[in-house]
């Protein structure tokens, strides 16, 4: 069974830096896209960061948050820089996986890793 094991939370305080990461593990054909997204008390979920062939980054962390594939092409992490008080949430992975080589993916989650940015 395919799961997403995040590491790397944490408290840090504001300007500091912080390195998520998030490795799947079981059986799977292909990652398709991995993306870090995150939420914060009474907010919606929303995008950070992704990658496939590109990466893509939200607005708000342009310049201070790095996505980056492992080597090993199954994990991910989120080096982020700069931090600021309003980066405080709960970071969730995601990734889109064929389980078999075919064209259709499904989307899994990792359980979240709390990061709290603190003055």
């Known amino acids: 069974q395919v799961q997403l094991v995040e590491s790397g939370g944490g408290s840090v305080q504001a300007g500091g830096s912080l390195r998520l990461s998030c490795e799947v593990s079981?059986?799977?054909?292909?990652?398709?896209?991995m993306a870090w997204y995150r939420q914060a008390p009474g907010k919606q979920r929303e995008l950070v960061a992704s990658?496939?062939?590109?990466?893509n980054y939200a607005d708000f962390v342009k310049g201070r948050f790095t996505i980056y594939r492992a080597d090993t092409g199954n994990a991910v992490h989120l080096q982020m820089n700069k931090l600021k008080l309003e980066d405080t949430a709960v970071y969730f992975c995601?990734?889109?996986?064929?389980?078999?080589?075919?064209?259709?993916?499904?989307?899994?989650w990792g359980q979240g890793t709390q990061v709290t940015v603190f003055s």
């Open positions: 079981g059986p799977f054909y292909h990652i398709a896209t």
């Open positions: 990658i496939s062939g590109d990466t």
């Open positions: 995601n990734a889109d996986i064929a389980l078999a080589p075919m064209p259709t993916t499904d989307t899994y």
